[in-house]
């Protein structure tokens, strides 16, 4: 296949569904060969991709675990004997509460996937592309929650923030060896995630989408094409970017 990716190998955490699944495909329609990650089971997308006429196979993974983490860069490798971009994707939402509410168990699992993951994906991928020496892209997810306080949320938008100065510091590290490190940072999506916070909290993706001055709720697919663009040699002069995908939210 030809495309913006055509040649290279991606992978994908969080892929089964949402904004990841969606990537995945996106990266694969531009040429590239993807590693599907999850912790559940990626066949959907991988048949999607398939059927396309794309190259992907399916991999497990837990972000929490180095020893996880660092098995699915080794079977990119094994695959395709080299990685040239990595989508940090995975992660959960946690309960909606307050700050001085939230359940310390709930805190150290948000934490756990949303930011050491990224960390520890983010450590594997950039140890690949330095044995490589032909640079590469990382992209992470943040979120608007990274960028501006929105409120029952205290350890997503905290791991968010996080996320956020883990790509900068990186962006800054690696520049001189062509490694590239940006992040989305969406804005309300019909995803999984948020159909579970609409059923914890009715209303709430109505809630998000008046928040928004485009007055509606974006599709995984629309954060999927900044993902491609930032993979891909259009963005050869993009690092450091926290790039919101958000409709217009935080430009208020």
């Excluded at 495309?3 to 290279?8: L, P, Q, R, V």
């Excluded at 080299?82 to 989508?87: H, K, S």
């Excluded at 509410?101 to 050491?116: C, F, G, Q, R």
């Excluded at 330095?130 to 997810?141: E, P, R, V, Y």
């Amino acid at each position: 296949m030809t495309g913006t990716c055509a040649g290279k190998v991606a992978l994908v955490t969080g892929g089964a569904s949402g904004i990841g699944r969606a990537s995945a495909v996106a990266l694969a329609r531009e040429g590239a060969r993807v590693l599907v990650a999850d912790i559940v089971d990626c066949a959907e997308t991988v048949a999607a991709i398939s059927a396309a006429g794309g190259d992907a196979r399916a991999c497990r993974v837990d972000v929490a675990d180095e020893a996880s983490v660092d098995a699915m860069v080794a079977d990119a490798v094994a695959a395709w004997g080299r990685l040239d971009i990595a989508f940090n994707n995975a992660g959960v939402g946690g309960v909606l509460t307050r700050t001085a509410d939230y359940p310390v168990a709930d805190w150290h699992k948000v934490i756990a996937v949303n930011l050491t993951g990224v960390w520890l994906c983010m450590k594997a991928e950039l140890k690949q592309m330095l044995a490589q020496g032909q640079g590469g892209s990382i992209i992470n997810t943040a979120s608007v929650a990274g960028l501006v306080g929105l409120g029952w949320a205290p350890a997503y938008s905290a791991a968010k923030h996080g996320v956020v100065g883990l790509t900068k510091n990186a962006a800054i590290e690696y520049a001189r060896h062509n490694i590239r490190v940006n992040a989305v940072c969406p804005g309300a999506v019909h995803t999984g995630m948020t159909a579970a916070a609409d059923q914890e909290r009715p209303g709430f993706l109505d809630n998000l989408a008046k928040q928004e001055p485009m007055a509606r709720v974006a599709a995984p697919e629309e954060i999927a094409s900044a993902v491609v663009w930032l993979a891909s040699d259009g963005a050869s002069f993009t690092t450091g970017l926290a790039m919101a995908v958000d409709g217009g939210l935080v430009a208020r």
